[in-house]
């Protein structure tokens, strides 16, 4: 197993812009081909930035917590926005599992309907979600859209880690 990076092997190699939530190269390693001193790191994998350093992939998001605090991140790092590759100081928080499942803003790419919390049920939409460890049902309504407003409202409400 290759050792995870120290935090002064990172500030060594790369230079992390709080403000815009980019990494820069200092100096290039035997790890980092076809870069250049200054050139932005890393490339989009997946939504998230992953920067190649002494022979790993990391993601951004915690190369930043790293940088920034001299710890690896523990659970997990949250983008608040949203955006995994919105890597700005400012959008990152430390989170658990669940809070940052809360966060979730948009259906998946696998959802018939395209609106997080909401499925067919018989001739109307059901709206749903999960919070505390129970399971909510929301009601069934006529439209997608006004099943989807109830289920936002109830996802502000019972979603600490929430920030539409």
Not at 81 to 108: E, M
Request: aromatic letters at 10%.
């Amino acid at each position: 197993m290759k050792k995870s990076i120290t935090q002064e092997e990172l500030r060594s190699a790369l230079l992390y812009d709080p403000e815009a939530g980019i990494f820069t190269w200092l100096r290039i390693s035997q790890f980092a081909h076809r870069v250049r001193v200054g050139d932005v790191a890393g490339y989009v994998h997946g939504g998230y930035i992953e920067i190649g350093v002494r022979g790993r992939y990391y993601k951004a998001h915690r190369l930043a917590w790293l940088y920034m605090t001299g710890e690896w991140p523990v659970p997990e790092v949250d983008h608040i926005n949203g955006r995994p590759s919105d890597n700005r100081w400012v959008n990152l928080r430390l989170a658990d599992r669940a809070l940052n499942c809360q966060n979730i803003r948009s259906a998946r790419k696998d959802n018939a309907r395209g609106f997080l919390g909401v499925s067919q049920n018989g001739n109307g939409f059901q709206a749903a979600l999960n919070a505390n460890k129970r399971r909510y049902y929301l009601g069934t309504f006529p439209t997608e859209e006004t099943a989807h407003a109830a289920y936002l409202a109830a996802k502000r409400r019972l979603h600490q880690g929430c920030t539409i």
